[in-house]
């Protein structure tokens, strides 16, 4: 599967449980979206993060990467420590200068 570097880094700081390597990736004032909630800006994401790695111990599997304008869409099994795991997720990102702009997490 052909992933941008920037979502090829995320998923691999996802599997390495680094808060601080995972945030690098997205722009500065960067918006994340997952279960409701809005996160943003970098210090906010990687608290995000952090909190989400210490509560389920996430980890993502690649399932496939559709292109769109601006971005992509990432279909991943979602592993962890919460209910009903694994489940498929889709991670909908904008992309500009090689950060993320937006990411957006539905189930």
């Known amino acids: ?31 994340v979206f997952d279960e409701g909630k809005t996160h943003q800006g970098r210090m906010a994401i990687q ?9 389920y111990q996430t980890t993502l599997q690649p399932m496939g990467y559709a ?12 592993s962890g ?10 991670y909908h990102l904008q992309i500009a200068d090689d950060l993320i702009q937006s990411l957006k997490i539905a189930v």
């Open 1 to 31: 599967m052909n992933l941008p570097n920037v979502v090829t880094g995320l998923i691999k700081s996802q599997e390495q449980f680094d808060s601080a390597a995972f945030a690098n990736f997205f722009a500065a004032d960067a918006v």
């Open 81 to 90: 420590t919460f209910p009903g795991s694994p489940i498929v997720a889709k």
């Open 67 to 78: 292109e769109t304008e601006g971005g992509g869409v990432l279909t991943t099994q979602v």
């Open 47 to 55: 608290q995000w993060n952090a909190q989400t790695n210490q509560e």
